[in-house]
Each structure stands twice: as structure tokens, then as C-alpha cells.
């Protein structure tokens, strides 16, 4: 087993990868659609929370890791701005080597600029205009490139062709700090964002099931057979959760908001050892394919719903999440039965327990809420798609 490996998601948390937004936000906050986000990403307002993120998991003693930081333990990071300066037209690239952070490297090589000098009437210059060819604004979200299972880092491939321009910067970040990733996904769709490990067994959520065709929504379900087949992991069980997409479509018109289907983890989360978050209607809706390791091959043991599995095979005891809550399943286990959760503010910005059932119940069972017992309020950066959980790249438990 690899020392960058996860056997359950509620081990303690040693180090975890994140990366706070820069310059290369704006893109993403002016064109949501565009950049997949669902709304706009005020870029100032989204650095400060992600900045109450990182000392919140300073605080808990997590080593975090700086996406830029790790990239600059190698050689990795000056490669790839040095290649993203020469292509921008940009002049004395050593100097600007020499003379950046590593912060402000990686947004030159993530914002991708170039610099076209302004002439005037007489042939002089007039200052330069900068251009941003499409940055990667969505590397905030840095669960979705990489799993990190029982057996070490999995390098995935995204669904989306705006988001694989993350792929090489991620596998470099890896190869900076010495982890070998042990798998690396092509020709099928993975993301981090629908797997949850848990001890004995493993959930990986994949495309949904209608009228016997397969729809692939973030991650298929060959990519979930070859993760099996090429040995990138290797629980007891390993079960491929059909997403339920037509329940999703149901309960949104019912209910009113947004889909939770994009990943697993938008509507399922483990919060300690036995005790499991998730959207109960959803969950019952949702078949998983259980896979037994006999061996070195994993073969069918049979397919029920994810409700059943997780609640009445495995022993857990479930919280339904309220129907209006937006994101009550991405929160970040920090150790068993600590969490760093979202919770909604008033129009104050303060919490109240009527409106945070999720994180009221989570107290209840005796789970340890970070920071001040509430959480962290969700704003800007949450426009993106994503919250706390779908922040973190977990880069080892124990």
C-alpha cells in the first residue's frame, strides 16, 4: 500500500491538497455557463473563504498542501510557466521565474495570458494588452482530478474537455512530492468527486441506467469496471452506484432546486465510522452493482439499492438530509466523526439552527462540527458547483 493512500474516509486526515483561487477565477466568475459553474464566482470574496477553509484545516494540525507548492517541489512548476510565458510573448523569462511566488506562477500557467505590445501612429509603443486564452478557473475544485484510494493516487480523466487541461498539471503535482500514482485513467470518464471509501468496501458512483441505454452524467461505468479489472483499488467490495438521474429530475421539479446527481458526493457523504449522510430518497432510487474480491478478480455478488447496502448490509446508521438544504452532503471528514460542513447563513450571515438541519443532526449523533460547532457559511464559492468536500484532494489518512 502506497503512504499516499485512503482506506476510509473517516481516518484522520494527515495532509490534503488544495488550491486557492487567483487570477485565473475571473474567467470562470464572468462566464459561468460557459466554465461550468452554476452562478457567478465573486474572485475576492472567493479567495477569503477559501482562505477560512485553510486555517480552519491548519488548525485540526492537517499538513495542507498549496497545489503551487507542491508543483514547485520539483521542477515541475517553472516548466510549466516558462512554457506558458514563451507561449504568451512574454519577455526576460528568467527574470520573471526568478522574482514570482509560486502562487503567482501557477496563475500565469493557469490563467494562460498573452501579452500583445499597443503601437502608436508613429510606431512607438503604447503599453501592452494582455489576453486570457480560456483559463482553467475550475482547479479549485481539486477532488474531481484525482481518487485516492486504498492502493494510492488515481489519476482521472474529465468528462468535460474544459476541465482536462487540469490533468497534467495535477500529475506533475503528484510527481513533485514523490507519489507515484498507481493508476491513470484514459478513453473513459472519471472524477474524484464520486468516490467514497469506507473500510471494508468502497462506493464509486457512475453513469445512470434509463430504459436499458447507459447516460453518462461525470464518470462511466467501463471506467468503474477497469479501476476493478487493472487492480487500482482493492477493498473487500467495491460497488458502482447508478446514478438516479429520473429520481433527480422528479424531486428537482417537486422540490424546487438544483440537481444533487452531478456526483455521488452530491447527495452522499460518510461523516464518522458507521454513520453516513445522504438524501435517503435519492439513495433508495439509486441501484449499486456489488463487486466481491475473490482473489485478484472481483466478480458480481448481486445489485440492490444504495439505501439497502449502506443502511441494512453494512450496519449504518443514515441521516436523511433535508429537502431545501443545497449542499448538506459536501462537507470534509477531518477524522472520525470530525467534520468541516456548509452551513446557510441568514441574511445576516450568521446560522440558525432551523435552517441547518443536517449539521443539527450531526450534532445530535455527537459529531464534532469545525469551526465554532456551526461550520463554514456557503457563499461565492459554492457558485462554482462544488463545496468543501469537492475543495480537498485528501493526500493521505491514517
Known amino acids: 500500500m502506497s503512504e499516499y493512500s485512503v482506506r476510509a474516509e473517516w481516518e484522520r486526515l494527515s495532509a490534503v491538497r488544495v488550491h486557492t483561487p487567483g487570477l485565473e477565477l475571473w474567467s470562470g466568475s464572468l462566464a459561468p455557463e460557459a466554465n461550468l459553474f452554476e452562478d457567478h464566482v465573486p474572485p475576492e470574496q472567493a479567495r477569503r473563504e477559501h482562505e477560512q477553509l485553510v486555517e480552519t484545516l491548519a488548525s485540526t494540525h492537517v499538513e495542507v498542501?498549496?497545489?503551487?507548492?507542491?508543483?514547485?517541489?520539483?521542477?515541475?512548476?517553472?516548466?510549466?510557466?516558462?512554457?506558458?510565458?514563451?507561449?504568451?510573448?512574454?519577455?526576460?523569462v528568467d527574470d520573471v521565474l526568478a522574482s514570482f511566488s509560486p502562487r503567482e506562477k501557477l496563475q500565469v500557467v493557469l490563467s494562460r495570458p498573452t501579452l500583445t505590445p499597443e503601437t502608436t501612429a508613429d510606431g512607438g509603443t503604447d503599453g501592452a494588452s494582455m489576453t486570457l486564452d480560456a483559463p482553467i478557473s475550475n482547479v479549485y475544485f481539486q477532488r474531481d482530478t484525482t481518487i485516492v484510494g486504498d492502493q494510492g493516487p488515481i489519476l482521472?480523466?474529465?468528462?468535460?474537455?474544459?476541465?482536462?487541461?487540469?490533468?497534467p498539471i495535477v500529475k506533475r503535482a503528484w510527481e513533485a512530492i514523490g507519489a507515484e500514482p498507481c493508476y491513470e485513467m484514459t478513453g473513459e470518464p472519471l472524477e474524484g468527486g464520486e468516490f467514497m471509501p469506507a473500510g471494508e468496501f468502497a462506493l464509486l458512483?457512475?453513469?445512470?441506467?434509463?430504459d436499458g441505454e447507459e447516460h453518462v452524467i461525470r464518470t462511466s461505468y467501463e471506467a468503474g469496471e477497469r479501476l476493478m479489472r487493472d487492480g487500482a483499488v482493492s477493498y473487500d467490495e467495491f460497488g458502482l452506484v447508478r446514478a438516479p438521474?429520473?429520481?433527480?429530475?422528479?424531486?428537482?421539479?417537486?422540490?424546487?432546486?438544483g440537481s444533487r446527481v452531478m456526483h455521488l458526493l452530491g447527495w452522499f457523504n460518510i461523516a464518522a465510522e458507521g454513520l453516513a449522510v445522504l438524501d435517503a430518497d435519492l439513495a433508495e432510487a439509486a441501484d449499486v452493482d456489488?463487486?466481491?474480491k475473490r482473489g485478484d478478480v472481483y466478480e458480481h455478488s448481486h445489485t440492490t439499492s444504495t439505501l439497502e447496502y449502506v443502511r441494512d448490509e453494512k450496519g449504518f446508521d443514515v441521516i436523511?438530509?433535508?429537502?431545501?438544504?443545497?449542499?448538506?452532503t459536501n462537507f470534509l471528514a477531518i477524522d472520525d466523526g470530525t467534520v468541516i460542513p456548509l452551513y446557510e447563513p441568514d441574511e445576516n450571515g450568521s446560522y440558525r439552527p432551523?435552517?441547518?438541519?443536517?449539521?443539527?443532526?450531526?450534532?445530535?449523533?455527537?459529531?464534532?462540527?469545525?469551526?465554532?460547532?456551526?461550520?463554514?457559511?456557503?457563499?461565492a464559492l459554492t457558485n462554482g458547483a462544488g463545496g468543501l468536500h469537492c475543495m480537498t484532494t485528501p493526500i493521505a489518512r491514517e
Not at 436523511?320 to 448538506?328: F, K
Open 65 to 92: 498542501h498549496r497545489l503551487a507548492d507542491d508543483l514547485a517541489a520539483g521542477d515541475a512548476l517553472d516548466d510549466l510557466t516558462r512554457t506558458a510565458l514563451e507561449d504568451g510573448g512574454v519577455d526576460r
Open 156 to 167: 482521472c480523466h474529465m468528462s468535460k474537455p474544459i476541465r482536462r487541461r487540469e490533468e
Open 205 to 210: 458512483g457512475v453513469s445512470a441506467e434509463i
Open 245 to 257: 438521474l429520473e429520481a433527480d429530475r422528479r424531486l428537482r421539479r417537486d422540490r424546487g432546486f
Open 290 to 292: 456489488v463487486y466481491r
Open 320 to 328: 436523511d438530509v433535508a429537502d431545501g438544504e443545497r449542499w448538506p
Open 354 to 379: 432551523e435552517d441547518n438541519p443536517t449539521i443539527e443532526a450531526l450534532r445530535d449523533r455527537g459529531v464534532e462540527v469545525l469551526p465554532d460547532g456551526v461550520g463554514i457559511p456557503r457563499a
